[in-house]
């Protein structure tokens, strides 16, 4: 007991790096380490270990055997570093039975999760206010080269949907004039956010309008509509300090401003503006995706896919100026081209057993709080390169974890 205890505490403090710092730890690999170190202490005490086995679960797990499966199969043609990089598509996903060997901890490690998101809005402001004061931070990077202070914009978007959902459920306590405080940073850092990153202006808006209509009948909803009404003062709070942040970089051309947020909202349901390379920045993608389903649903790689350790921008003959990037900027078309289309379905129907839950009335507000965090964290990946990385599939998978625990072990403590 003492060794999971340890555990939680460790889990918790790699979990706050990673939401704090992002892409700047990346390459400390403590998400992997932390990994590791769950899936050795799961073995060692395999007995203790207690799952749900719906339908969830056992698609779960069938994921997790596929990825052994194509681990095994790329060894036998690439190089083993790439295979074992591309094989954390799916091995990330270990973090949903790492939760439930952390079950009888389960409100300890919930509420431990929500006091990372406490002090969240102010750490990343901080850090993002230190890297315009004093531009030469940008150029630090202490671990694997990757400037220390970058943080990826769709990740900070699911960052803050989690903290707004903990700071109006009341998870985050703490006194009022702190609580203002973090309302305006978490508004003061959406803009942030809208402005270089509209797939995760999406995965916020969705995400949060998710919840409240699916739960619009609880009475946690109707105290969520009642802070609905302050946005637009928290706003009109936290513009002046965004538009008084001073420009560090510009991400494909974009920059602080009124003008770039309108551009950002208007492009996703108009095409053709040509402003700041927004629809350049579309149709490379198309381009990309186009060629994944071409050559899996209409080509060779209908059955089996391209595998894991094959870089496919290489490939599939996509130019980047970025050589690190071995995979499409959507988490979903990655596994259609890696693993072929029957693999693409399994996948589509593990996410509709997931989200069809929105429609469970049966379900508590608090399950579909992680329903619609999941629910970001997946349109973020339909836009980035996210979940085959850590930054942002350590916390997706953690609250899919949480989610699937809660829906089990929840019960057991509303009747204890």
């Known amino acids: 007991m003492r060794l999971k205890h340890f555990y939680i505490n460790w889990f918790v403090f790699v979990y706050a ?16 380490l932390t990994w590791l170190m769950g899936i050795l202490l799961m073995i060692t005490q395999f007995r203790t270990l207690e799952f749900s086995w719906d339908r969830k679960l056992k698609l779960l797990l069938a994921w997790l055997g596929i990825g052994i499966i194509y681990t095994v199969r790329g060894l036998k043609q690439y190089p083993i570093i790439d295979v074992i990089r591309d094989s954390f598509i799916v091995n990330y996903s270990w973090f949903v039975l790492i939760v439930f060997f952390m079950k009888d901890e389960l409100p300890l490690l919930k509420q431990k999760i929500a006091n990372v998101y406490k002090w969240f809005p102010l750490i990343v402001t901080i850090c993002f206010q230190l890297k315009t004061i004093f531009p030469d931070l940008i150029e630090i990077s202490l671990f694997g080269g990757i400037p220390f202070f970058l943080y990826k914009n769709g990740d900070l978007a699911c960052h803050l949907l989690v903290a707004t959902f903990f700071m109006m459920n009341g998870a985050i306590k703490m006194r009022l004039r702190y609580s203002l ?20 202006m999406l995965s ?38 965004y538009l008084n942040t001073k420009e560090t970089e510009q991400t494909a051309g974009r920059k602080i401003g009124i003008e770039q947020l309108k551009n950002n909202v208007t492009s996703i349901v108009k095409r053709g503006t040509e402003q700041n390379g927004l629809d350049e920045n579309v149709v490379w993608r198309l381009v990309w995706w186009g060629k994944i389903v071409d050559y899996t649903f209409l080509g060779p790689y209908f059955f089996h896919g391209k595998g894991l350790g094959v870089n496919l921008s290489v490939d599939d003959d996509i130019h980047m ?39 469970n009335k049966q379900v508590s507000p608090e399950y579909l709080t992680y329903l619609s965090i999941i629910l970001a964290f997946f349109i973020n990946a339909t836009f980035d390169v996210s ?5 942002s599939a350590f916390p997706c998978w953690t609250f899919v974890g949480i989610a699937f625990a809660t829906e089990v072990f929840g019960k057991e403590e509303a009747h204890a």
């Open 17 to 32: 790096m990673y939401c704090y710092f992002n892409k700047g730890i990346a390459y400390t690999f403590l998400a992997e």
């Open 181 to 200: 405080l973090n309302v305006i940073l978490i508004g003061y850092l959406f803009l942030i956010t809208a402005t270089y990153n509209r797939g995760g």
């Open 204 to 241: 916020y808006i969705i995400g949060l309008s998710a919840f409240l209509f699916f739960s619009r009948k609880t009475p946690l909803a109707q105290k969520y509509f009642s802070y609905l009404k302050f946005i637009p003062i928290i706003l009109i709070i936290a513009l002046p300090i």
């Open 321 to 359: 100026e970025d050589d690190s990037l071995r995979s499409p900027h959507n988490f979903h078309l990655n596994i259609l081209a890696r693993f072929g289309v029957p693999i693409f379905f399994l996948w589509i129907f593990f996410l509709f057993t997931l989200f069809i839950q929105f429609k």
């Open 387 to 391: 979940l085959e990385g850590p930054m």
